[in-house]
């Protein structure tokens, strides 16, 4: 362990800084996947009318999906393939074979970020991680600078000791200004001790691994690949919903891809 550290743990090379925000590849984007899904749908109640030998508005056996209709993506489809479903995974909550994967991807310094955390995350999981349906897998996507850094690397390291959840608790639990010291050295024993983490200088020691880089690193990359460019911003068994949206909104997609699965 280190004998002194800076004030911000966050101060990194500069490359590593903008690392995560960085990033210029320009793959699949949440609009374009939404788009994607959107032909899905017109392409299925197109499917039905042909199947159905006849111009009709389709019939009991190959209905149209009415606006609004989530259909379950098919197999093998690459938005799928981001849930880890790892057991062990320190940042997710819920059964790993559960029917449901919620994917978050959120900055500790976003406004929004913190409403859903507040808020629509806690009934999530009174009324869909606790009943086995539900998963939650969280992907660190700081975008605001080093001390969204900071704090992504220190909520991995407190995962390493199965306090990841808390931690994010912890760091939501208020409204704040950006960039104020919340993820400063001060700030950060300060979060741990409120989540409870056994070994603050531990934690502040595994937040400047290797390892704490590239787990962070590979979470946020995930992200722009993604083209996510707001937090918070979700993948639900693969169907994009960006922004903190309202229970129903959350309640809506998940129903429907239950009652599918």
């Known amino acids: 362990m280190p004998s002194s550290r800076p004030s911000k743990p966050a ?6 800084q903008q690392r995560p925000y960085a990033v210029r590849k320009r793959p699949l984007t949440f609009a374009v996947l939404a788009g994607v899904l959107i032909l899905v749908l017109v392409f299925g109640a197109m499917a ?3 199947s159905s030998g006849n111009s009709t508005a389709g019939n009991q056996r190959n209905p149209i999906p009415e606006e609004g209709t989530v259909l379950p993506l098919p197999e093998g489809h690459p938005a799928l393939a981001l849930a880890r ?6 940042l ?6 559960a029917p449901v994967v919620m994917i978050e991807y959120s900055d500790f310094q976003s406004a929004f970020s913190g409403t859903h955390a507040r808020g629509v995350h806690h009934e999530l999981i009174a009324e869909y991680v606790d009943a086995g349906a539900l998963r939650i897998e969280f992907r660190n996507f700081p975008v605001y600078g080093p001390e969204s850094d900071a704090a992504s690397r220190a909520a991995w390291a407190a995962g390493q000791q199965g306090r990841f959840w808390e ?4 760091a939501f639990a208020d409204e704040f200004h950006r960039d104020t010291g919340r993820f400063s050295e001060e700030g950060l024993r ?10 603050v200088e531990r934690m502040l020691t595994d937040m400047e691994s290797p390892e704490a880089d590239e787990a962070v690193a590979t979470d946020a990359e995930e992200g722009v690949e993604l083209g996510a460019t707001t937090t918070p911003a979700f993948l639900v068994n693969g169907h994009p919903i960006v922004g903190a949206q309202s229970m129903d909104t959350f309640r ?3 129903d429907q891809l239950l009652d599918a699965a």
Do not use: H, K, N, S
């Open 48 to 50: 039905a009318l042909f």
């Open 167 to 170: 931690f994010y608790d912890a």
């Open 92 to 97: 997710a909550m819920g059964d790993a074979d």
């Open 11 to 16: 101060r990194r090379p500069a490359a590593q």
């Open 85 to 90: 479903r790892d057991a062990e995974d320190p």
């Open 252 to 254: 809506d997609t998940i």
């Open 190 to 199: 300060e979060l741990a001790q409120a989540a409870g983490v056994p070994d």
